[in-house]
């Protein structure tokens, strides 16, 4: 992916809405089953009808880095019960 490219996604994954999404959510996993060596972040919108659909995901090597791509808007909320453990932080 071009620098160029690379921008032009990264632009993409931190708008706040897509217009059949209720609300956007970034997940920060620390080295999930689908990438054992990477702090992977997700973005996942929540549909009007409930569902979820992941959009995008970025790695990184450093935790710092990966939080770095957040929207400066988003919130940091806890965790819920239940969540996979590979979850660290859930922003909305």
């Known amino acids: 992916m071009s620098p160029e490219q690379w921008h032009h996604a990264l632009e993409a994954f931190q708008q706040p809405l897509n217009s059949d999404a ?3 959510q970034y997940v920060i ?3 999930p089953k ?5 702090y992977v972040v997700r973005r996942w919108e929540v549909l009007r009808n409930g569902s ?3 959009c995008e995901a970025f790695g990184y090597k450093r935790l710092e880095d ?3 791509i957040i929207p400066s ?3 940091c909320v806890n965790r819920m019960p239940g969540d996979d453990p590979a979850i660290l932080e ?3």
């Open 22 to 24: 209720g609300m956007v």
């Open 29 to 31: 996993y620390d080295r």
């Open 34 to 38: 689908d990438a054992p060596e990477h």
């Open 52 to 54: 979820l659909r992941d």
């Open 66 to 68: 990966a939080r770095k």
């Open 73 to 75: 808007w988003a919130t």
């Open 90 to 92: 859930v922003w909305i």
